[in-house]
Nanobody
Framework: QVQLAESGGGLVQAGGSLRLSCAAS????????MSWFRQAPGKEREFVAA????????YYADSVKGRFTISRDNAKNTVYLQMNSLKPEDTAVYVC?????????????????WGQGTQVTVSS
C-alpha cells in the first residue's frame, strides 16, 4: 500500500521560503510521477509541480515557475518542494500525489495516491 506523508508547512512572510517534504513508502517508485498540488479555501485543487521518479525530469505550473523547485532523494524515498519568493496567493494546503505512469499529468483525477496535506500560510 502506497503511503505519502507531507511535512514542512507553516507560516511565513511574503518573500520568504519554505521547503516541503513528502515521504513515500509502500513500494519502489521507479516508473511513477510524483507531484505537488495545492488547494486554497473555496478553490479547486491546483497542480503545482511534478517530477518523474526515474530520470528526474520536472514540470511546473506557470504560477510557480522560477520560484518553486521540485526534487527527489531516491535513497530517502522523499520528494521535496522548495518554495522561494512566496506570495500571499500561495497560501493553501499543499498535497503530495503519486501517479502510476511515466507521463506527467496535471489533473487530480490522474493520480491514485494522495497524502493528507500540509498547510502553508503566507502573510503580507
Amino acid at each position: 500500500q502506497v503511503q505519502l506523508a507531507e511535512s514542512g508547512g507553516g507560516l511565513v512572510q511574503a518573500g520568504g521560503s519554505l521547503r516541503l517534504s513528502c515521504a513515500a513508502s509502500g513500494r519502489t517508485f521507479t516508473g511513477y510521477v510524483m507531484s505537488w498540488f495545492r488547494q486554497a479555501p473555496g478553490k479547486e485543487r491546483e497542480f503545482v509541480a511534478a517530477i518523474r521518479w526515474s530520470g528526474g525530469s520536472t514540470y511546473y505550473a506557470d504560477s510557480v515557475k522560477g520560484r518553486f523547485t521540485i526534487s527527489r532523494d531516491n535513497a530517502k524515498n522523499t520528494v521535496y518542494l522548495q518554495m522561494n519568493s512566496l506570495k500571499p496567493e500561495d497560501t493553501a494546503v499543499y498535497v503530495c500525489a503519486a501517479r502510476v505512469s511515466v507521463t506527467i499529468a496535471t489533473m487530480p483525477d490522474e493520480y491514485a495516491y494522495w497524502g493528507q496535506g500540509t498547510q502553508v500560510t503566507v502573510s503580507s
